[in-house]
């Protein structure tokens, strides 16, 4: 297998349909699963143009703060299998339930392997951006999430509950 972090281009829309429509499928049959990562979803892709211009935050407003979305493409195959999401800070909420990566694999191809190279992938990237110490944060009933943070450096350093639902926090350190 072999991956790489994209950004969303017109050169690979077909992959991002193909998988976006796949994942909207599924959460609408599974309204309970987590929708993460949320900034792949906040944007309808029908106006395609539209939905990459704002794909990614540029500033801190309105309480969010600057991130970067990446694809994650399976070069051998031409399909993209997940998503990777990057904030570049913390603010309160993010620093107690949502960390600086968030990360998804599409449903088809889940059970993989991609979750812990994805996170590899954006580890790179994180520290491409200065960030020197990564949070990474999964529900406590996602085993799959836990062990690919923890196959990446990840260290438990809490749990905290919001909305009913407990929340690991791990950080990796990347000095």
Known sequence: MSLKLIKGSYE???????????????????????????A???NDYHDFDYYLENLEIREDKNGLVPDSTFFCLDDQRNIIVGAINIRHNLNDHL??????????????????GYATKMIRLALKE??????????????????????????????????VIEDGKIYQRYWIDLE
């Open 12 to 38: 690979y829309k077909d992959q991002i349909i193909d998988m976006l429509k796949e994942w909207i499928a599924y959460n609408e049959q599974h309204p309970e699963t987590n929708r993460s990562p949320k």
């Open 40 to 42: 792949i979803f906040k």
């Open 95 to 112: 620093l107690k339930y949502g960390g600086h990566i968030g990360d998804g694999v599409r449903p088809s191809e889940r059970r993989r």
């Open 126 to 159: 994180c520290k491409k951006l200065g960030i020197k110490r990564v949070l990474v944060v999964c529900e406590k009933n996602n085993v799959g999430s836990s062990k690919s943070i923890i196959n990446n450096g990840g260290i438990l350093e809490n749990e």
